[in-house]
């Protein structure tokens, strides 16, 4: 089938972007292609591609004619296992914004207990001067879970800074400057050696957890944890056990297994947690729309699209 041939329709859906920029960014890339908006979508037979976050149960039963679907971030976990999907492709985002975005988050979080800035705010609330000799950064030792795109340039970033990091991942990775482990005596490591532990972990129905109680009391007492890859990674009752005791001295979350947090949730009352509204990277449509351009391309030719997800792993 031709670029130009019509119908050539792509859905959009999303709670959180802008369809204008979308709509914009992906017709300057290809301007054959007919962007509609959810729920003013015309027929759905006319619809072949899906360009979505988060879309509600049953969203993609209305259209027969379906043969892409791209997500709106580098997580799929919410595409997958749904019974309202005839057999597609999938592909994720991955382009410099995003990667530029989760990794400068993870500098800020990390930085911001390695130069023991919870310690000056607290102060500051006090209205006390309560000073705390820096630490060399080599001696501070990061350990960063998940070394795909987005893990392992901060992984990598982190190591150029000067800190100590290692990284964990469930494939052998190689990446310069960073200590890599794999497998279970590897995740072990990493807990047992890193007092600042970073998790940009897929989630799949094998990761769900995978941070329970056990693998929380293997970080050193008082190590600090920050998680901006997703919430149901982490038992969430557990993790709160450990702050509340100190087992784990703060917190930085953007991800959590109900969002919104729920008003009145045990996270909103700890004074070592730091909370954002799961914003740590985020898709810029001027750079992204490249790279859906690309995909819809590619399968417009039988081809595969670009960062193609495998729904057997879910990612």
Not at 210 to 217: F, I, Q, R, S, V
Request: with cysteine.
């Amino acid at each position: 089938m031709s670029e130009a041939a019509s119908p050539d329709a792509l859905v959009f859906y999303s709670p959180v972007d802008d369809p204008v920029a979308w709509r914009q960014a992906l017709t300057a890339e290809l301007p054959d292609l007919d962007f509609r908006v959810d729920p003013e979508v015309g027929d759905p037979r006319d619809i072949r591609y899906a360009l979505t976050w988060v879309p509600p149960d049953g969203f993609f039963a209305r259209f027969p004619n379906l043969e892409l679907v791209v997500n709106l971030g580098a997580g799929v976990d919410a595409l997958m296992g749904r019974d309202d999907l005839v057999p597609v492709k999938f592909s994720r985002l991955s382009d410099p914004g995003m990667v530029a975005m989760m990794t400068s988050y993870v500098v800020f979080a990390v930085t911001r207990y390695a130069r023991d800035i919870p310690v000056f705010e607290r102060a500051k609330r006090r209205g006390e001067w309560d000073y705390v000799h820096p630490r060399p950064l080599f001696e501070i030792k990061v350990g960063v879970l998940g070394l795909g795109e987005l893990g392992a340039a901060a992984a990598r970033m982190l190591a150029t800074m000067g800190f100590s990091v290692s990284g964990w991942s469930r494939s052998p990775k190689a990446i310069e400057g960073v200590e890599t482990l794999t497998g279970r005596e590897g995740l072990e490591t990493l807990l047992s050696t890193s007092e600042i532990v970073v998790c940009l972990l897929p989630l799949t129905p094998q990761s769900r957890h995978m941070l329970g109680a056990k693998e929380l009391a293997l970080m050193p007492r008082g190590a600090k944890f920050v998680n901006c890859s997703r919430g149901a990674l982490v038992d969430e009752d557990a993790l709160i056990a450990a702050l509340r005791s100190g087992a784990i001295g703060e917190a930085t979350l953007d991800v959590f297994e109900q969002e919104p947090l729920p008003a009145g949730h045990a996270l909103w009352s700890l004074d070592n947690v730091l909370i954002t509204p799961h914003l740590a990277s985020i898709t810029v449509p001027a750079l992204a729309a490249k790279n859906v351009a690309e995909s819809i391309r590619r399968v417009r030719r039988g081809l595969p699209p670009l960062h193609e997800v495998e729904p057997a792993r879910g990612y």
